[in-house]
């Protein structure tokens, strides 16, 4: 007869003690989790962030679609206190995807939350997620992510259709990046994405704070993959950029091409970015070996690059000479 262990649920306060100090850095270092169970590449932008006199949990970006989005956590079941909170981070920070993680969720609160999705316009999208931690018997304990709350895609989907419904241009490009998702996530396990979007770009989580993966169809007939350097500060962003730099034969001799590494001045990001001649109009062919060479190339890209962005977050200053960035 088979033998089995006894699976119990464990209090969150018996692993995390306080939300603010245990629970929320936790959940930001562990945010790719969360965002893997919504179908999102999340990016954590800021812990604590202000609203007036309060400070919401986790303010957050969907790197995929450059969406704000808003985490409030609660160790415990839901209350009216918290709701309250929610709905004004949610307008203080205009969030269009709205994150509520508790130990349980009230049937009312459930309820307010499935009328909000339904009553919202389709950008807008509300969740309640509940977080366990279990364990077997002795062994080490896990924690589980459960949604509860999801937004209505098919009726969102339904007014969208009737009301903004993309170009034939733009529902093209959410064709073509929709299947690129979908290898990149199924496949390769690179993203946690499930949604194309109608435009011309996608950005990809690297798994670090401060940089992206995006891939984007110029206007003078060119596709492109970079690395983005995109945090608040151009500053930072050019002295992240040198110090990769240091590193580019290495880099470019592992890829086997030249990049392109760029300080840009009249915007934010540095990139280091590539191309090939390709347009969202080109023929079904043509489009069908964009797509390999898109997925082939940016999965060897994040390969290639992610220890050297390692080195270069933990780097004081650039340790060889630089060559000169434009």
Do not use: C
Request: charged share 30%.
């Amino acid at each position: 007869m088979a033998e089995f262990g006894r699976l119990k649920r464990i209090s969150l306060r018996e692993v995390w003690k306080n939300e603010a100090r245990n629970f929320t850095p936790w959940l930001q270092e562990n945010i790719e989790v969360l965002g893997e169970v919504l179908g999102m590449d999340l990016e954590v932008v800021e812990r604590e962030a202000e609203v007036g006199s309060f400070s919401l949990d986790l303010l957050a970006e969907d790197l995929g679609t450059k969406r704000s989005v808003i985490i409030e956590n609660q160790l415990t079941q839901t209350d009216h206190d918290h709701l309250g909170k929610l709905l004004t981070y949610a307008a203080g920070y205009e969030a269009e995807s709205v994150i509520w993680i508790a130990d349980s969720i009230r049937d009312e609160h459930r309820q307010a939350l499935e009328w909000l999705n339904q009553r919202t316009d389709t950008r807008t999208s509300f969740f309640a997620v509940v977080v366990e931690v279990l364990q077997i018997d002795d062994s080490r304990p896990a924690y589980k992510f459960q949604p509860v709350v999801y937004p209505n895609e098919w009726q969102k989907g339904t007014r969208q259709s009737t009301s903004t419904a993309p170009s034939p241009k733009g529902a093209a490009y959410q064709d073509f990046f929709q299947n690129v998702i979908d290898e990149l996530r199924t496949k390769y396990k690179f993203t946690s994405a499930r949604k194309g979007q109608p435009q011309n770009w996608y950005t990809f989580s690297s798994g670090f704070s401060d940089f992206g993966y995006a891939v984007n169809f110029t206007r003078e007939g060119r596709i492109k993959i970079a690395l983005e350097i995109y945090s608040n500060s151009q500053e930072k962003n050019h002295d992240l950029l040198r110090k990769m730099r240091q590193y580019q034969s290495e880099i470019e001799s592992s890829l086997g091409f030249p990049l392109e590494w760029n300080l840009l001045e009249h915007i934010r990001p540095s990139r280091i970015e590539f191309f090939k001649k390709g347009s969202i109009e080109d023929s079904p062919e043509e489009l069908a070996q964009t797509h390999r060479w898109v997925v082939e190339n940016l999965t060897k890209f994040k390969k290639v690059l992610t220890p050297f962005i390692k080195k270069s977050l933990n780097a004081k200053a650039p340790t060889k000479p630089v060559p000169e960035l434009v």
